[in-house]
């Protein structure tokens, strides 16, 4: 009985902590298709997990490349973007992944001559 109540309450909160893509979703569910908060839980992961995004890697780093007419900063951020997505990332790997990156300049050649 308590079981019951509990998952009640549960599916009556749970649409007001949606937004966007998420409400649309509960919308679009058929009327009296969910009986209980476990299986409101279970379609929406098997909805939604997919579209999860993936963790990045170091080789994400390592297979980025400074596109042809990107400015220097414009590059820095794109790749700072993508250094702050990988969970612990060893900054000697992220340092040689950035000079790898770069395309052929002064800057490059000082990098070269005097690692930082």
Not at 20 to 29: K, N, P
Not at 36 to 46: D, E, I, M, S
Not at 97 to 113: D, G, H, I, V
Request: charged residues 20%; contains cysteine; positive net charge.
């Amino acid at each position: 009985m308590v079981q019951a109540t509990l998952d009640a309450m549960w599916c009556r909160v749970f649409p007001a902590t949606l937004e966007g893509h998420g409400r649309a979703w509960y919308s679009s569910l058929a009327h009296r298709s969910v009986v209980n908060f476990g299986q409101l839980r279970n379609k929406f992961l098997a909805h939604f997990t997919p579209l999860r995004r993936h963790r990045r890697s170091t080789m994400t780093l390592v297979n980025l490349k400074q596109n042809q007419g990107e400015s220097l900063i414009d590059f820095m951020a794109r790749f700072n973007m993508e250094a702050l997505s990988i969970k612990n990332l060893d900054q000697s790997i992220a340092m040689v992944a950035f000079q790898n990156a770069l395309r052929a300049s002064p800057f490059t050649q000082s990098l070269a001559k005097r690692p930082p």
